[in-house]
Nanobody, 114 residues
Framework: VQLQASGGGLVQAGGSLRLSCAASGSIFSINAMGWYRQAPGKQRELVARITSGGSANYADSVKGRFTISRDNAKNTVYLQMNSLMPEDTAVYYC?????????WGQGTLVTVSS
């Protein structure tokens, strides 16, 4: 499984960004998809996760601001990020799960200026 993430960039606080991550290759039986992030000097943390049936869960820090969605026909997962704050600055990684194995994208940098 190969993952191609896009959509990161520089945005001012209060702004929005939409991340996309397209899966290709051996994409049959992909179940959950999600996003993690890693800020400088911090551990990687789960941002949001969505099951194949569309059930989503979020980190407390992003609830009400971020929305995860997926297009199963396109094997793509999205992360709509609104009301961005400087503490959202991080490298964002997409992840997909297939047969109990996780596959990671290369990461896309999101920088939120104050």
């Amino acid at each position: 499984v190969q993952l191609q993430a896009s959509g990161g960039g520089l945005v001012q606080a209060g702004g929005s960004l939409r991340l996309s991550c397209a899966a290709s290759g051996s994409i049959f039986s992909i179940n959950a998809m999600g996003w993690y992030r890693q800020a400088p000097g911090k551990q990687r943390e789960l941002v949001a996760r969505i099951t194949s049936g569309g059930s989503a869960n979020y980190a407390d820090s992003v609830k009400g601001r971020f929305t995860i969605s997926r297009d199963n026909a396109k094997n793509t997962v999205y992360l709509q990020m609104n009301s961005l704050m400087p503490e959202d600055t991080a490298v964002y990684y997409c992840v997909v799960y297939r047969s109990s194995v996780s596959y990671w994208g290369q990461g896309t940098l999101v920088t939120v200026s104050s």
